[in-house]
């Protein structure tokens, strides 16, 4: 097989998965590809695109060096690259040195922190022979406490963790472990790939962000759960909807509907729905907009946020709230007018959604808000907005999201539109957030 890989000999490596039972819709589940595409590379096909066998080695959980692609970690560790420090060192050389050091700077004699020497290459930890449930339960709590920190503090706080677990658990799949063990691991590295993407997508990091959500993707249809899928396939579509591509993200959202039905989750269909009403919004489409919005509140109101899987368990009753806001608010921006109805619909849904937010949402807070005062001030009401304005910049300054100061350009708009020397101020302190 490794002869098989040095070569790019795909046929061959197919043959050997083959031989010991696993099937061509399996092959091509694992690496994205069509079962016609296996059914090709079986025949002769040669592969030369680089994406196309990074992906395959990674569906297949083979170390990208082995096709003699970039010289990954995971090649490295399993080749057994050794640290950089000096062979002749030894462990006890390594304990003087440390010792010294120790007393140097305990002593006040070296108090620098460039002067202790820096390791030359990562040291991967051993992973290890063999995995049982109770490794995946440590793994899926590690996510949750990740995940806390992202809706709480923004995806900055979290992102460089949330990337090495990801890398970590993708070692995990070279460990022996029952079926139903994997299949477990399987779905842990998606939420962690989806998680990735998210926290990408909060920092700014879009390019990262597709990669890590079709990463998520490969993973969660290898493990055969759609429910995960439909949750990908939403934050992708947030990611287009945020980057001004709405009808690229309506796509993303109606495919993830798809998978959601089949997940026969109620829960992530009204995700899914209500990110729908939002896009039909931004583009002016009131009846669409309003069909879907409605199709979001009876799934939700069918689903039972407690049975759903933990990367969807986050949509409670303020999210629906904040969603309708968006879609009133969204319909007023785009009409270019300040529609009575609309407006009044969209503070009274902010105004409730920011009022059910607890102390652990600050960045899904800063959002509402950030529109809360937008409506205001679009509705002629410039105490209540300046009020908001000012809860906005104290919450903002604390986050360390991308997204959240994209957000804030309505806000900005509407502001410096207005007179007076308050939202003057308010625009000063935003834009130097903004920038900083």
Known sequence: MRRALASRDLAEVFRGLRRVGISQRAIASATGLAPSEVYEILRGRRVMAYDVLCRIADGLGVPRGYLGLAYDTDTAALLGAQSSVPADTGEDGETRALLTHAAEVTMGVNTGPDRWHRPGGEILTPVPERLGAIDVTHIEQVTAGLRTLDYRFGGGACRD?????????????????????????????????????????????????????????????????????????????????????????????????????????????????????????????????????????????????????????????????????????????????????????????????????????????????????????????TGEGIRRAHNVSALVADLRSVRVIDRLAPLITQLTATPGTDAADLVHQLTAIGTR
């Open 161 to 381: 963790a949330v990337i090495a677990q990801t890398h970590w658990v993708a070692r995990l799949l070279h460990a022996d472990a029952t079926d139903t063990v994997r299949r477990r691991l399987h779905i842990t590295l998606a939420d962690l790939h989806n998680l990735a993407g998210w926290t990408s997508l909060d920092v700014g990091l879009y390019a990262p962000a597709r990669q890590h959500f079709a990463q998520a993707i490969t993973q969660a249809r290898c493990a055969e759960e759609p429910s995960l899928l439909a949750n990908v396939l939403y934050r992708t579509g947030r990611l287009h909807l945020h980057r001004g591509l709405t009808t690229h993200a309506l796509r993303f959202f109606q495919l993830g509907q798809i998978a959601a039905r089949d997940a026969a989750d109620p829960l992530a269909v009204a995700v899914l729905c209500a990110n729908e009403a939002w896009a039909y919004a931004i583009l002016g489409d009131a009846p669409q907009a309003f069909g879907s919005l409605h199709r979001a509140r009876e799934e939700y109101a069918r689903a039972d946020a407690v049975t759903g899987g933990p990367w969807v368990r986050f949509f409670c009753a303020a999210d629906l709230d904040a969603s309708t806001g968006m879609v009133h608010l969204e319909l007023a921006l785009a009409r270019q007018s300040a529609d009575p109805g609309n407006l009044a619909v969209a503070r009274e849904s902010f105004t409730a959604s920011v009022a059910a937010r607890g102390s652990n949402m600050d960045r899904s807070r800063a959002f509402e808000l950030t529109a809360l005062a937008t409506a205001c001030l679009r509705d002629h009401d």
